[in-house]
C-alpha cells in the first residue's frame, strides 16, 4: 500500500475524464482505485434515470467508530465550451498552472484530500468522502440519495468539510460557513390579445405584468443578519413575445429569483409573491422551484480546526462568509456542522480555468492538518 499520492498528478488524471454532468467519465472509477489502495472501503451506486440520471455516486469510508469526519465534493463538472487554449479534458501545465475544466471546481481539491489522507493513515475515529456526479446539475439524485444511502445504514458523520473553491485572493483566505437560500418562481400573467385599434375586444397584460414587478421592485424583505447580507430579489425575464406594433399580446412571462438569508424561509418568500401576482392579476399561473434554504453554520469547533489548520500553513488568518451561490452544503448541514474550504475562484465555470499547482501542494498540506486535529 503506497503512503503517497501526488496531488498535481491525481488533480490531472481526475480532468482528463470526461465527467460533464452527470456522465461519469472514469472520474469516480479512478477515485475508488485511488481510495481502495488507501485502505478505504469504497461503495458506488448509480441512481435516477434519464433525463436528469443516471447520477454516479460514491460513498468511501476508513476507520471506525468516533469521532467521524467527512469531506464531500462532486467529480461532474459544467460543460466546457468553446473557445479555450488547450483542450479542456487534457491537462496542461504553462507557467506553474495546471489547466484543465474542472482544476478548481472540484477535482483538484479532491485530489488533495485523497493525498492529504493518504500522508494520515494512523487517524483514529473514521474517514470518509461523500462523492456526488450531480453537484453542478439538477441535484436531484447526487447528495441528496447519497444523504438517504447514509441513512438506511446509520451512517452520521459528526462534521463535514466541502471542498469547493471559496478562496478569493489567496488560498486561505476565505471559509464558508452558510449559505443564503434560493427560490425561482414564473408568472405567466394571461391577457386577451386583439387589434390596437379595437382595444375594448383584448385585455392587455402588460399593465398587470408592471404593477406586479413594480410591487416586487420594491419590496423590503430585511436589513441583513449577522452572517449575511439583506437578501434580495431579482426580476431576470420579463417576455411578451409580440413582434408586432399593433397587436395587443395575449401574455407576460416573468421570471423572478430571490437570494434569501436565515429571516426566511423559501415557501414563506412563494406565498408572499402569490399573494401579489394574485391581487394584480387574478388567474395568472405561477410557479415556484426551491433550490435551497439559507443556513449558516455558527462559529465553532469545525470552523476553528479548518481555519488553525489554514494558518499552519499559509500564515493567513481565513474569514468567514456565507456569500456566494448554492451549493451541496444546502443538503449535508442537515445531518452535521458543515463548513466549506477549498481553493481559488477565479477561474471556475470559466474558459481556460486553471489552478496553481502549489495551491494543490499547500491544500494538501491544509487538508492532511485538518485531519490530523479532527482525528489526531
Not at 486561505?172 to 443564503?180: A, E, F
Request: proline share 6%.
Amino acid at each position: 500500500m503506497s503512503d503517497t499520492i501526488d496531488p498535481v498528478a491525481l488533480a490531472a488524471d481526475l480532468i482528463a475524464c470526461p465527467s460533464v454532468t452527470p456522465e461519469e467519465g472514469g472520474a469516480q472509477a479512478l477515485l475508488e482505485e485511488t481510495l481502495s489502495a488507501q485502505g478505504f472501503e469504497v461503495h458506488r451506486f448509480e441512481a435516477g434515470a434519464p433525463p436528469d440520471g443516471p447520477v454516479p455516486n460514491l460513498f468511501a469510508t476508513r476507520g471506525s467508530g468516533g469521532p467521524h469526519f467527512a469531506f464531500a465534493g462532486h467529480t461532474d463538472v459544467v460543460p466546457p465550451g468553446a473557445g479555450w487554449a488547450s483542450y479542456p479534458f487534457e491537462p496542461e501545465q504553462r507557467g506553474g498552472l495546471l489547466y484543465g475544466r474542472g482544476a478548481v471546481d472540484m477535482k483538484g481539491a479532491i485530489a488533495c484530500f485523497a493525498a492529504g489522507a493518504a500522508r494520515r493513515r494512523d487517524h483514529r475515529g473514521t474517514l470518509s468522502l461523500i462523492i456526488t456526479g450531480d453537484e453542478e446539475g439538477a441535484a436531484v439524485h447526487g447528495t441528496r440519495a447519497l444523504i438517504d444511502w447514509m441513512a438506511e445504514r446509520a451512517i452520521q458523520p459528526d462534521m463535514i468539510l466541502i471542498g469547493e473553491p471559496t478562496s478569493e485572493a489567496r488560498l486561505g483566505d476565505t471559509i464558508k460557513i452558510g449559505r443564503r437560500g434560493s427560490v425561482n418562481m414564473f408568472i405567466h400573467v394571461v391577457g386577451t390579445q386583439a387589434h390596437v385599434a379595437y382595444p375594448h375586444q383584448g385585455d392587455n397584460p402588460i399593465p398587470k405584468a408592471m404593477r406586479i414587478a413594480s410591487r416586487l421592485h420594491e419590496m423590503t424583505l430585511d436589513d441583513g443578519h449577522d452572517w449575511f447580507q439583506p437578501s434580495n430579489l431579482e426580476i431576470t425575464t420579463v417576455d411578451v413575445d409580440n413582434p408586432a406594433h399593433n397587436v395587443i399580446p395575449g401574455s407576460v412571462f416573468m421570471r423572478l429569483n430571490i437570494r434569501f438569508n436565515v429571516h426566511h424561509k423559501g415557501d414563506a418568500l412563494v406565498e408572499a409573491v402569490r399573494a401579489i401576482v394574485e391581487e394584480e392579476a387574478p388567474g395568472s399561473r405561477f410557479e415556484a422551484s426551491i433550490s435551497g434554504e439559507a443556513f449558516v453554520t455558527e462559529p465553532g469547533e469545525l470552523s476553528d480546526l479548518v481555519g488553525a489548520a489554514i494558518t499552519e500553513v499559509t500564515g493567513l488568518s481565513p474569514a468567514l462568509s456565507t456569500g456566494g451561490g448554492t451549493s451541496d452544503a444546502r443538503f449535508l448541514h442537515k445531518l452535521c456542522p458543515v463548513v466549506e474550504f477549498g481553493l481559488l475562484n477565479a477561474t471556475m465555470h470559466k474558459l481556460d480555468e486553471a489552478v496553481a499547482v502549489e495551491d494543490l501542494e499547500q491544500l494538501t498540506r491544509i487538508y492532511e492538518s485538518v485531519i490530523g486535529r479532527a482525528l489526531g
